[in-house]
Nanobody, 118 residues
Framework: QVQLVESGGGWVQPGGSLRLSCVASGSIFRIYRMAWYRQTPGKERELVAGIGLSGVTKYADPVMGRFTISRDNAKNTVSLQMNSLKPEDTAVYYC????????????WGQGTQVTVSS
């Protein structure tokens, strides 16, 4: 059974940085694309960034140039480096894996809260 455990969230002032990490159990990293999503109250979960098996990345327009996704297959870990954070980045962030970037084929973890405010 695959489990996804996110960490690294917290409070940061606008313009600050945070680094999120997601550890996945099982052997999914070898065959699945990984992605980060976020959700705010009353809104649907949205794709933030994804990374393929070969390292090809995809970013949502609002985070392009500010966020960087990376993966470490040896450690079953996908990370999200978030720079130049804005208040509108405030959300619960989740990771998931899928056959394609954005397909989210596994049960969601608990997520990690990111709050950007002054």
């Amino acid at each position: 059974q695959v489990q996804l455990v996110e960490s690294g969230g917290g409070w940061v002032q606008p313009g600050g940085s945070l680094r999120l990490s997601c550890v996945a159990s099982g052997s999914i990293f070898r065959i699945y694309r990984m992605a980060w999503y976020r959700q705010t109250p009353g809104k649907e979960r949205e794709l933030v960034a994804g990374i393929g098996l070969s390292g090809v990345t995809k970013y949502a327009d609002p985070v392009m140039g500010r966020f960087t996704i990376s993966r470490d297959n040896a450690k079953n870990t996908v990370s999200l480096q978030m720079n130049s954070l804005k208040p509108e980045d405030t959300a619960v962030y989740y990771c998931n894996a899928g056959s394609v970037i954005g397909s989210a084929d596994f049960p969601w973890g608990q997520g990690t809260q990111v709050t950007v405010s002054s």
